[in-house]
């Protein structure tokens, strides 16, 4: 293959590319192939898995907001749908119940001791694997949508996952770009997108620079 061939791939793949696209590409890879069931913890109205969830034989969605399971359900993203406490989500399903078990944009909504219970949780529920999609540190949000779950109570670094055996890639590009519900923070919008998604592969590789973390943990290998 040609360094040049190997440039345009590499472009394609990984700059010339649309908003989240590195994101939803890499939940993908994750989980379709190796995963048949799915637990969606704090799915709230539009999770990600929306796009691929078909492609599982179980997807079950929790949440703890009425509003956005009905939102979710009419939408037809997940097969089953709870509506509960989601540290309590651990008293309804039996130990290793999911392939995988995932909680996007979800564990920055809770105090940190409460966080590691999420995770002790899900990794408990899980067969093989767990992912956690987080913004790198703190990031300030308050109540919205009439969904006081939405306040932001703490905030997540590479090692608070990789010391629990997590391999943490880093997503949305360079930290400083983007600012509130990931968007750009520079105007006009779409230029400030754009400057980060160039970004992004200098983010992916260097996690403790991007905005928002992935975080997954492989528990057969673990």
Known sequence: MSPSHSLFQFLKREVLVSEHEVFHRTLRDTLVGSCDSVLDIGCGSGSPLKKISHLFSRTVGVDGYPASIERSRAAGIHQEYHCMDLLEVGKHFAPKSFDAVIALDVIEHFEK??????????????????????????LPQDEWDNNVHQVHRSGWEVYDFELRGYRVTGMSGWKPLRGDFALPRLRPARLGSRLSILTEPFATRFPQHAFQLLAVRDLEAS
Do not use: C, D, H, Q
């Open 113 to 138: 001791p409460e966080g590691y219970r999420l995770l002790e949780m899900m990794e408990s529920l899980a067969r093989k694997r767990v992912v956690i999609f987080t913004p790198n540190g703190f």
